[in-house]
């Protein structure tokens, strides 16, 4: 069946523009999370939606970030005022419910001139 | 705040041989700990996990042991293929799905 799928799948945008970021989960799956990876780097959690609210937004880095989920499907991750620190692989995973195996989509990578 | 040491960062070894990758986990209430595997424009798929009240658990030419003491877990893969090359991360987890990742191995398996 369809995995996890974003888009765009590369982004390059100028220092100070605003950018959105899709993620389409697995059908069905209740649960869906960002990650950010840093070049060299692990994942760092960003945020986790159950339905379409978000209970945990501990790890979005700054209030330029933010995102949402809407029909308990297609997700939306919005970077306002771009700094070059955002530069990175943004990934977008969903789980059939909370504790389920997360299955990652192929990342969007963020590139700010 | 929890921290998950991950090591080697990279890794050669010919085909056939054996890799081991080792990481350490700094809260022990850390109960779950998945491996994902990484290909080049993909992203992580996991591989294999333990859970803290097994010390071992194997599926095929893969397996995980876990030293819940000394607080590391360790992945192994026996006789390698060029298949097996690819980013590697490990995670610790208190259960839920909030995962501390590992900042990765790259593995290289030698023809």
């Known amino acids: 069946g369809a995995g996890v799928s974003q888009s765009p799948s590369n982004k390059v945008t100028e220092k100070g523009k605003d950018v959105e970021l899709r993620c389409d989960p697995i059908s069905g799956h209740t649960a869906l999370y960002w990650y950010r990876q840093r070049l060299g780097q692990g994942l760092e959690f960003l945020i986790y939606f159950q339905g379409n609210s978000a209970p945990d937004k501990s790890g979005l880095p700054s209030d330029r970030f933010s995102a949402e989920r809407t029909g308990e499907s297609v997700s939306t991750l919005t970077i306002q005022r771009t700094q070059q620190e955002d530069s990175a692989v943004y990934l977008c995973?969903?789980?059939?419910?909370?504790?389920?195996?997360?299955?990652f989509g192929p990342g969007t990578r963020l590139t700010v001139l | 705040g929890e921290n998950v040491e991950q090591h080697p960062s990279t890794l050669s070894v010919q085909e056939g041989d054996s890799a081991v990758i080792k990481c350490t986990y700094s809260d022990s209430a850390s109960n779950y700990f998945p491996w994902y595997k990484q290909e080049l424009g993909k992203g992580p798929q996991l591989i294999i996990d333990i859970r803290s009240n097994v010390g071992e658990k194997k599926d095929q030419r893969i397996a995980v042991t876990l030293n819940k003491t000394a607080k590391h877990f360790s992945l192994h893969i026996t006789e390698t293929q060029p298949e097996d090359s690819a980013v590697y991360f490990c995670a610790a987890s208190k259960g839920t799905y909030k995962y501390i990742f590992g900042t990765g191995t790259r593995l290289k398996v030698l023809a």
């Open positions: 995973a969903s789980s059939l419910t909370r504790n389920n195996e997360q299955f």
